[in-house]
């Protein structure tokens, strides 16, 4: 089992910058690939951004690309989403998800969740 716990989530100016968090604990959560998720209301859960653990390598959706950037402390088994830049439409419930399936962006290949932390951003 592995068990993530975002936080970080808050209100934020058009423009502004959060730093979300995903600690994550359990048994070898270090094979899972983490990523990052949001879901808007009316709307699907959509990827943002992942990395994996054993090469570094970091993946990002279109619409974040260059202004998301995903990172990880391992002293802390801790992931980071550094949000710049911030638009209204990047308001969601951001969600932190740990995976191991072929498919870096579906949701479908990523077995453990966060609660969920929200972030709403004001024009």
């Known amino acids: 089992q592995v068990q993530l716990v975002e936080s970080g989530g808050g209100l934020v100016q058009a423009g502004g910058s959060l730093r979300l968090s995903c600690a994550a604990s359990g048994r070898t959560f270090s094979r899972y690939r983490m990523a990052w998720f949001r879901q808007a209301p009316g709307k699907e859960r959509e990827f943002v951004a992942a990395?994996?653990?054993?090469?570094?390598?970091?993946y990002y959706a279109d619409s974040v690309k260059g202004r998301f950037t995903i990172s990880r402390d391992n002293a802390k088994s801790t992931v980071y989403l550094q949000m710049n830049s911030l638009k209204p439409e990047d308001t969601a419930v951001y969600y932190c998800?740990?995976?191991?399936?072929?498919?870096?962006?579906?949701?479908?290949?990523?077995?453990?969740w966060g609660q969920g932390t929200q972030v709403t951003v004001s024009s």
């Open positions: 990395f994996t653990w054993s090469s570094g390598t970091t």
């Open positions: 998800a740990a995976g191991a399936g072929i498919g870096i962006n579906r949701k479908e290949v990523y077995d453990y």
